[in-house]
Nanobody, 114 residues
Framework: QVQLVESGGGLAQTGGSLRLSCAAS????????MAWYRQAPGKQREWVAY???????NYLESVKGRFTISRDNAKNMVYLQMNKLKPEDTAVYYC????????WGQGTQVTVSS
């Protein structure tokens, strides 16, 4: 079955960096457009960045220039490099299929202190 395991979150200071990783299994990863989503307390889940199966990235306007999404189809991995972190980036981060998100993983908590 589909399994998504996110890791790499933690506590960072404003202006700091974190690199998130997502290990995917149970589906043909290379055929999927993959996305990173986040959900802050009291807010709806939103996509932050996605990367097409061809490797083209797209970003939420508020993270452009700070976050970089990448993927390794050989390893079934998707990454999110987050630089110049801001307190408003604090959320639980998830990865999933962009078009038809299936079961969600446990996510990884990112907390940015001011």
């Amino acid at each position: 079955q589909v399994q998504l395991v996110e890791s790499g979150g933690g506590l960072a200071q404003t202006g700091g960096s974190l690199r998130l990783s997502c290990a995917a299994s149970g589906f043909i990863f290379s055929t999927k457009n993959m996305a990173w989503y986040r959900q802050a307390p009291g807010k709806q889940r939103e996509w932050v960045a996605y990367i097409t199966r061809f490797g083209s990235p797209n970003y939420l306007e508020s993270v452009k220039g700070r976050f970089t999404i990448s993927r390794d189809n050989a390893k079934n991995m998707v990454y999110l490099q987050m630089n110049k972190l801001k307190p408003e980036d604090t959320a639980v981060y998830y990865c999933n299929d962009l078009v038809e998100p299936g079961s969600w993983g446990q996510g990884t908590q990112v907390t940015v202190s001011s």
